[in-house]
């Protein structure tokens, strides 16, 4: 597997002040993303031609993409070595096509969609399915891999509610150190990926005045392990995160997009009964009532649904 930020050697200091300037300001981050999708001129050229030539080298069965900023990389890919010409494969994790994704010319690619809002259908699940537990009372809350939406505003009215929660921070000092209703995780900011490890993202658990790293991430990923727990995901509607809630059997309820696409998202969950959003959910006459008919609506989804391995 290789990862977009690979490409950016000697330009990791940007792409952490651009991941923290859209976790500390959703407006901000809801502005970029009205911008142009391109982001080529940020590859380090050097890092992006050894790619290429290795996978010219290795002639690879196929080659799976989830962002459409690979797009440009693939052409240049084909161009150099025609072997891949029937071989690329792209996934999209959105209901309608995301920022990467806008413009691209994927006419030699075989397209797959996760989820499509234009059918009203919920096609494949990205990983393995499982049942949440039988009898979930957590709500689990983040803001997808950069942290970004105001979901951490939502915590008060949910505690009032009655729902202990499960609470991803990004950075050590979001840490509420004086609250003992619900508990703490960081997704730990210093963590890059690494293909020779082949490790989950690390996420630490506040315990006892302390950060410790919580769950076996060479296993699986640790996140799951709260997922597992959770009544439902409170979360802006990331098809990263949508992906999580088919695969664990886990209701959304969603705050604020940060996109059209992602509203996209939120509009398909609402309509098959998978989730609602924040505002809605807080109006309920009986939330339990509620987050339990959506968890029935997911786990009768989970009996008929494929996974995309099946057919890659």
């Known amino acids: 597997m290789v990862y977009m930020e690979e490409l950016y050697s000697g330009k990791e200091s940007v792409m952490e002040e651009t991941k923290r300037s859209f976790h500390q300001d959703f407006r901000l981050a809801k502005l970029s993303y009205r911008l142009p999708p391109r982001n080529t001129n940020a590859i380090d050229e050097s890092s992006k031609e050894k790619l290429i030539l290795h996978l010219c080298e290795w002639k690879y069965d196929s080659i799976i993409l989830f962002s459409g900023f690979w797009t440009d990389i693939i052409r240049q890919l084909i161009h150099s070595c025609p072997h891949y010409k029937e071989r690329i494969k792209a996934i999209h994790m959105d209901a309608v096509p ?100 082949n490790e989950f993202p690390r996420m630490m658990e506040y315990q006892s005045g302390e950060w410790i790293e919580f769950g076996d991430r060479k296993s699986a990923n640790p996140l799951t392990q709260l997922l597992f727990h959770a009544a439902a995901i409170l979360s802006k509607p990331g098809g990263g995160t949508l992906c999580d809630s088919i695969a664990c059997g886990v209701p959304m309820i969603f705050t604020e997009p940060l996109a059209a696409y992602e509203q996209a998202n939120q509009d398909l969950w609402v309509l098959q009964g998978l989730g609602m959003a924040y505002a809605d959910f807080i109006k309920c006459d009986d939330p339990d009532k509620q987050l339990k008919t959506m968890r029935h609506s997911i786990h009768t989804l989970q009996q008929r649904l494929p996974v995309i391995t099946e057919i890659l």
Request: one cysteine or more; glycine letters at 8%.
């Open 98 to 197: 995301s920022l990467s994704w806008k413009g691209c010319d994927c006419s030699d690619m075989q397209e797959h969609w996760l989820f499509h809002l234009d059918d009203n259908r919920i096609c494949y699940s990205l990983s393995p399915m499982r049942k949440c537990s039988d009898t979930p009372s957590r709500i689990l809350v983040h803001g997808g891999g950069w942290g970004i939406g105001n979901y951490d505003e939502k915590i008060t009215a949910l505690n009032q509610l009655g729902y202990p929660l499960d609470i991803i921070v990004y950075y050590p000092e979001e840490l509420r150190k004086d609250d003992s209703f619900n508990q703490y995780y960081l997704l730990d900011p210093t963590w890059k990926p690494d293909e020779e490890k």
